[in-house]
């Protein structure tokens, strides 16, 4: 069965910052992977995708992921941080054969300070 | 937009209490799922349905049970609660037959205690 590793539990940063969580996942054949951010109050929206092609992604609010398929890794990264990205982020894998669900990561919990 | 609804944002039961969790997608999607969300385990799977009156099996199935009469609904049920059942449940649904990356959309949650 595939797992989700997500290194970082708890990030704290300062506006401007750079951002990069970490993302591993455990499986052998083709995947779609995905980053979904939960905002506090709020339902677990998709951020970024990726199922095929260019390995570097763009999301919404200048997320990107880069998928390096050597190291089973999909890293999220943002350069310039804001408070408004104080967030729960988890990371999921889902297969193309097989059972075709989600595995999460345990989620890193974001913290912008102003 | 999608939208996937679910009947209660916080429900409060007793323990040994039969409880009924629903939720509803309108956008036609053929694949629904249940999760619940605990601090430091992220989301894990319990059941989910990819037709009417199919269901199968998630990663911690034990102690629910699920139903799927209509394409649109889908309901999660505790047969006897626990308090180690008290979570925050994600409903979601998705559609491979027009997305192969089945990416899925997620309902509010309901926050369940089980006292």
């Known amino acids: 069965a595939q797992s989700v590793s997500q290194h970082n539990h708890h990030v704290i940063l300062s506006e401007a910052a750079s951002l990069e969580l970490g993302c591993n996942y455990s499986y052998g054949g083709t995947v779609n992977l995905f980053w979904y951010v939960q905002y506090p109050g709020q339902h677990l929206q998709l951020l970024l995708k990726y199922f095929s092609g260019d390995p570097l992604v763009k999301g919404i609010k200048g997320f990107e992921a880069e998928f390096i398929k050597s190291k089973f890794s999909f890293n999220l990264r943002k350069p310039s941080v804001q408070w408004s990205d104080t967030a729960e982020y988890f990371c999921a894998v889902n297969p193309y054969t097989g059972r075709r669900a989600l595995t999460f990561g345990s989620g890193t919990r974001l913290q912008v300070q102003p | 937009d999608v939208k996937v609804t679910q009947s209660s944002r916080y429900l409060v039961k007793r323990t040994g209490e039969k409880v009924f969790l629903e939720c509803v997608q309108d956008?036609?999607?053929?694949?629904m799922f249940w999760y619940r969300q605990d601090p430091g385990l992220g989301l894990r799977l319990i059941y989910f349905?990819?037709?009417?009156?199919?269901?199968e099996k998630g990663d911690i199935p034990e102690g629910y049970s699920v139903s799927r009469e209509k394409k649109e609904r889908f309901s999660l049920i505790l047969e006897s609660a626990s308090t180690n059942q008290t979570s925050m449940y994600l409903c979601a649904s998705s559609n491979r037959a027009t997305d192969t990356t089945d990416t899925q959309y997620f309902g509010p949650g309901t926050r369940l205690t089980v006292l």
């Open positions: 349905s990819y037709d009417v009156k199919m269901k």
């Open positions: 956008m036609d999607h053929e694949n």
